[in-house]
């Protein structure tokens, strides 16, 4: 398979694991509707057209005026919801909106069973109503993370199948989710039967490199079996490239050799590679909207010039003239 670029992300308003977003937290909340405009608008420009919002409302509080919760995070923006959705509209990109971290804890035991709580209906009807005109509004994101442990636990599965259920009732119809526990899959006849069982059209697995549970030749034998078994299931295979190392609790930048390595494995083997994330991990020089750790930018830097090196850079992107 030849060689893909990134075409998806992951961005947040504010990021829910303490520590982990403390290099563009306070940046982001200070965008306004002008920044998130700006912000993926050199997305866009780097290639992407899809993104996935991680969440919507965090530690009982919205990022945008709810009518189900009061409190709302201290954000310049009023509704930094409408604004990214406003600029995807605008740049025709697909952005699928995160329905779920309505709960404590953010991880733990939801990983096996799904979040429990009937805010994850209220808040979908909410979105919809709200929302649903925008046509860059693509479908929806389950972020509560499945655990696999070589299966997918089936509580998840019911969880996640009742949830698009529902969802597509609302709209948009399409609906995504990104497990880890990537590493430990061995794709044999009962995981395939558990992705033909799951009603959900995307799955974006874990490559779990940042987070250093792999390596990449591992990697590279754990997607060779995913691909085998999404093609026996058929369904579409899309990969989670993570971007991030961590220093201390903190996400930074991880080293260019290491995700060129990422992006030529799991171009092999996918139909679609997202990464976890440009915001916060990727800039462009002299970006009015940088948010980030510094090395962000001669990351950035590095993965254009691999892409302009291998044939894969848009001339009309590389036409698009910067929007200050």
């Known amino acids: 398979m030849a060689l893909m670029r990134i075409t998806g992300s992951w961005f947040d308003f504010y990021h829910p694991n303490p520590y982990e977003g403390d290099c563009w937290n306070a940046v982001t909340q200070r965008f ?42 201290d954000t310049v923006c009023p509704d930094p919801l409408e604004a990214v959705l406003a600029a995807g509209d605008r740049l025709g990109l697909a952005i699928y909106v995160g329905n779920g971290f309505y709960t404590t804890p953010i991880m733990g035991s939801l990983s096996m069973s799904g979040e429990a709580s009937s805010l994850k209906y209220d808040f979908a009807r909410e979105l919809a109503a709200r929302y649903g ?8 994101y389950l972020p509560v993370e499945a655990a696999i442990f ?15 259920g529902f969802l597509r009732k609302l709209g948009p119809e ?12 061995t794709g044999d006849d009962r995981f395939v039967g558990q992705l033909r069982s799951l009603d959900v059209d ?40 993570e971007l991030f190392q961590f220093a201390g609790k903190v996400l930074h930048p991880g080293s260019f050799e290491r995700i060129k390595s990422q992006l030529e494995i799991l171009s092999n083997y996918s139909d679609k590679v997202l990464c976890y994330q440009y915001l916060g991990l990727m800039n462009e020089p002299g970006s009015p909207v940088h948010a980030g ?25 590389a036409g698009m003239e910067r929007e200050r």
């Open 174 to 185: 399409k609906v995504l989710i990104a497990p880890y526990g990537t590493r430990s899959i």
């Open 133 to 140: 005109h925008h046509a860059s509004f693509a479908g929806w």
């Open 293 to 317: 750790h510094e090395t962000s930018v001669p990351l950035y830097e590095h993965y254009m010039a691999y892409l302009r090196a291998n044939g894969l850079w848009d001339a009309k992107q």
């Open 32 to 73: 306004t509707a002008e920044d998130w405009d700006l912000k993926l608008a050199e997305m866009a420009r780097a290639g992407l057209d899809t993104l996935v919002l991680l969440n919507v409302a965090l530690h009982g509080k919205a990022f945008y005026p709810s009518e189900i919760w009061s409190y709302r995070w």
């Open 202 to 241: 995307y799955i974006a697995y874990q490559d779990e490199l940042g987070v250093e549970r792999t390596t990449l030749e591992a990697a590279d034998a754990t997607f060779a079996r995913l691909r085998e078994a999404h093609d026996r299931a058929g369904k579409p295979l899309w990969s989670d490239l």
């Open 150 to 164: 070589t299966y997918f636990p089936d509580p998840y599965i019911a969880y996640a199948n009742e949830m698009a």
